[in-house]
């Protein structure tokens, strides 16, 4: 069976550190899958993700996506194959909510037509009125906006990979709760295979149909979040729930 | 000083045209290789460390230093005062440029990249765009320089308001000294207020739209 993402002991070092950022990772997502990638920070969760769309290079071992190996693949086209979000949004200050929205699309030549069309068909479905937002700029949209935006230019080739590196890291938590509602229904409707990383453990478990969770370049856990409850594979997985069930008792004293 | 400009006033304006001659072909070389050196720049940090130590060695040599450096070289006159020019605004140009590009937002830049953009496509639809202020300022500065510089250059017999100013020294001319600086510095004031305005048009445009 071809995976839709597939690392086969990859390594990566960077210059003058000592370790490996991300050290000799086996991992095999299917097409569909929501998995959230779980650490602390330094663990190499945003290494491993920059990893698939070639932002640092694997010194060794393949990845491959959908059996291609990306290393084979123009590193220009995987890009624009492939979803990403990051934490600080990026918009581009200088171009509307459209502009921002048709990059990649633009990038790929197609008629100003079809962009236009597609741009307003994303809006509505990250939630942001077409006629309201189209000819705004970054700078006047909220945290959670800019955000949506992030994620529809993302979305806007239709790439059957989305990277999400901590995408909802700066908004508050009201808006942080929607903001997940609204995107593990986007993913129940696009049947793309999504990679979210989080240093939010309840995020990671409410988000992911599988959880990675990661330490020291290494993946400690790969499992449902149920299992993972169940049968904590090592003594980092078992602080992490005990973290959460305190959370959980300290809330119980108040609600 | 009035009857002196009445009686040479094409004197004074052949002079002020030569030196606005000087500074342009300057500036247009500066500008072309300027450019081309920072998109190289942007391709290697060695390179653009190397190129800024380069001519900020090559600024800090007195221009008339300079321009008696290359008088064996390409002779008096005009051409050794652009080369010299020139090289001078490099600093100048390249400095400004390479530092205003690299100071764009680095999650702007990452975003850019991550979605493919290619290295030079983040350089002329992100970088070159959002930092328009710096590259103004550099361009003001070098013309502002530019002609300050050009006026010693009439040393080398390169012409210009220079060598108003430099004549009326030699014979203790007042109204040229006058004259030769008055019009110089109303140059440089001149082309910085034009700049300037350019400038606010250009950058703030943006802003205005919005609104």
């Keep these: 069976m071809i995976h839709a993402i597939e690392f086969q002991n990859v390594s990566k070092k960077f210059n003058n550190a000592g370790y490996n950022a991300v050290d000799h990772v086996n991992l095999n997502i299917n097409e569909g899958e929501f998995i959230t990638i779980l650490g602390s920070s330094g663990c190499g969760k945003t290494t491993l993700l920059k990893l698939i769309n070639r932002l640092y290079e694997a010194d060794e071992g393949k990845i491959m996506l959908f059996g291609e190996d990306v290393e084979t693949v123009d590193v220009i086209k995987v890009r624009r194959r492939i979803g990403y979000v990051i934490q600080q949004v990026g918009l581009f200050p200088h171009m509307s909510i459209a502009d921002n929205i048709a990059t990649v699309p633009r990038l790929l030549k197609w008629d100003q037509e079809k962009i236009n069309a597609r741009v307003d068909e994303l809006l509505s479905l990250t939630g942001l009125a077409p006629d309201k937002f189209r000819n705004r700029y970054p700078d006047q949209l909220s945290g959670g906006q800019q955000q949506r935006v992030g994620l529809a230019r993302a979305l806007a080739v239709n790439p059957k990979i989305m990277l999400l590196d901590e995408p909802f890291g700066a908004v508050d938590s009201i808006i942080r709760l929607k903001l997940q509602d609204e995107l593990l229904q986007i993913h129940g409707g696009l049947k793309k295979t999504f990679l979210f990383v989080t240093h939010d453990i309840e995020e990671a478990f409410k988000m992911g149909t599988r959880v990675i969770i990661m330490n020291e370049g290494k993946i400690i856990q790969f499992d449902t979040p149920e299992n993972i409850i169940k049968a904590p594979e090592d003594t980092f997985v078992d602080s992490l729930i005990e973290s959460a069930r305190q959370k959980e008792q300290f809330w119980g004293r108040f609600l | ?211």
């Design chain 2, 1 to 211: 000083m009035t009857t002196y400009f009445i009686k040479y006033h094409d004197k004074l304006l052949s002079a002020l045209l030569e030196h606005l001659e000087i500074v342009f072909i300057c500036l247009l070389f500066s500008l072309l290789l300027a450019s081309l050196l920072t998109v190289l720049c942007m391709y290697s940090t060695l390179l653009s460390k190397v190129l800024i130590n380069l001519f900020s060695v090559i600024y800090s040599v007195p221009s008339l230093a300079m321009f008696a450096m290359l008088i064996p070289l390409t002779g008096l006159g005009k051409v050794t005062a652009i080369i010299v020019l020139t090289a001078y605004n490099q600093y100048l140009l390249l400095n400004t440029f390479v530092t205003g590009l690299n100071e764009v937002d680095k999650s702007v830049v990452d975003a850019a990249t991550g979605m493919g953009m290619t290295r030079m496509q983040v350089l002329t639809k992100i970088r070159l765009p959002l930092s328009k202020g710096s590259l103004f300022a550099g361009l003001r500065l070098a013309t502002v320089s530019t002609i300050g510089i050009a006026a010693i250059a009439a040393t080398i017999n390169a012409g210009g308001l220079g060598s108003i100013l430099f004549d009326g020294l030699r014979t203790m001319n007042v109204n040229k000294i006058l004259w030769g600086s008055i019009l110089s510095s109303g140059l440089a004031i001149a082309a910085n207020a034009l700049l300037g305005f350019a400038e606010r048009k250009i950058v703030i445009r943006k802003n205005a739209k919005n609104l």
